[in-house]
């Protein structure tokens, strides 16, 4: 565990806090832990992998391109006596590039009825019906892009691209360090990933023509890819304090790794390395 503690406090974590952290994670079916003498290991469980691996997949791929022009569409109904189901419900839905054209009906350009149908299994929106029509909808007086806030999701896109670039130029020069790289990299992601969750992979030629989510991913993967090899090199430095032989272990993903490693999952294919697992001793 004293790995994973220092590199918790790379970004400002306590000891205290870390511990409890990775506790919680263990509790919760996260982590996997073991023992070996003395030391305690942790490891992320094959589940999560899958897990982290398929929800990567609405903020990695866009495959607008190869939209087929058939829409899937969702009609359901919800109790009105739990708001947090239904928070869930909704928040679900646009991971699957959902949008709410009224109430109870949701459409969106992706092929996701499976996925979906599972989903509000799962949540218990047990009243709904799932089917896929091709545009023009019939839905008389209404703009099917409507359904989404395009204007405001253009602006969180350019509002990414003007904060990163000075990170670019940054990186670029080379007057980053290890340490840095590895915060500014996970500080990156986390900005990033927030962004295209809410995005519905609508058609390009559904778009205005200046839609600026390609030229801010491109930002993405360019920081993102010129920081790993810094990044890897930190988090190296921190395993071995305790365990050199896993700090060998430690290695890096370029973005069109991780577009390979989320289609896979999202398609039910054996993801890179799952096979086996690490740890990191206490």
């Not at 459409?107 to 047990?126: F, K, N, T």
């Not at 290695?251 to 991780?258: A, G, Q, R, Y």
Request: net charge negative; with cysteine.
């Amino acid at each position: 565990m004293q790995s994973l503690v220092l590199l918790l406090g790379e970004f400002g974590v306590s000891e205290s806090s870390a511990r409890a952290a990775v506790h919680r994670s263990a509790a919760r079916g996260v982590l996997e832990g073991s023992k070996r003498g003395r030391n305690a290991y942790y490891c992320i469980r094959p589940e999560t992998r899958l897990g982290m691996a398929d929800a990567a997949y609405s903020f990695l791929v866009n495959e607008s391109d190869e939209w087929d022009g058939d829409w899937t569409v969702l009609l359901f109904r919800l109790g009105t006596g739990n708001r947090d189901s239904r928070h869930a419900v909704y928040q679900r839905l646009r991971s699957y590039g959902f949008g709410p054209l009224y109430d109870g009906a949701w459409i969106s350009p992706q092929r996701v009825a499976d996925d979906v149908a599972r989903a509000m299994d799962e949540l218990g929106a047990e009243d709904f019906v799932l089917f896929r029509a091709r545009e023009p909808l019939p839905f008389a007086g209404r703009d099917v892009l409507s359904a989404w806030d395009l204007d405001g999701l253009a602006g969180r896109y350019r509002a990414f691209i003007a904060e990163f670039s000075p990170v670019r130029d940054w990186v670029d020069a080379g007057a980053v360090t290890a340490a840095e790289a590895l915060v500014a990299r996970v500080r990156l992601m986390d900005e990033w990933r927030s962004i295209p969750e809410s995005d519905p992979g609508l058609p390009a030629k559904m778009l205005p023509p200046d839609w600026p989510r390609a030229d801010a991913f491109a930002l993405f993967g360019h920081i993102y890819d010129a920081l790993g090899p810094l990044a890897v090199q930190r988090v190296r430095q921190l395993v071995a304090r305790d365990e050199p032989r896993l700090a060998r272990l430690v290695s890096e993903m370029t973005v069109n790794e991780l577009v390979a490693t989320a289609r896979a999952a999202r398609h039910g294919h054996v993801m890179p390395g799952e096979q086996g697992s690490g740890g990191t001793p206490e």
